[in-house]
């Protein structure tokens, strides 16, 4: 069994039991955050089912493991000739979130 889920922007395809990297999630390490509203397409044993947009009465349980930060990443800008050069450095805030359930409701 997988669906299509989506959070904060992004889309992802999920599996019970999958851990996954999403962007940073206002819950704490070891609460469960259900998700609702943002199952598109789900598929299990019987077939199937793709919402429009979204599929009706199915949930995602997701359990936070842990907030981090990931690897830096250098922006330079420069304009030749200009003597402009501008560099900046910038690392993204994650949560690690663990697939704990999949219900079409």
């Known amino acids: 069994m ?6 904060q922007g992004q889309q992802f395809r999920v599996e019970p039991g999958e851990t996954l990297a999403v962007n940073r999630m206002d819950a704490e390490p070891g ?4 998700v609702k509203d ?3 397409l789900a598929k299990n044993d019987d077939g199937l089912k793709v919402g429009s947009p979204r599929i009706d009465g199915a949930t ?3 359990e936070v493991l842990e ?9 330079f800008k420069m304009k030749r000739r200009k003597r402009y050069r501008r560099k900046n450095g910038h690392r993204q805030e994650w949560t690690r979130v663990r697939v704990s359930d999949i219900s079409l409701g």
Do not use: P, W
């Open 2 to 7: 997988y669906a299509i889920v989506s959070l």
């Open 67 to 75: 907030h981090f930060r990931g690897d830096k990443i250098t922006v």
């Open 38 to 40: 943002g199952v598109l």
């Open 31 to 34: 609460e469960t955050v259900t």
């Open 60 to 62: 995602v349980e997701l």
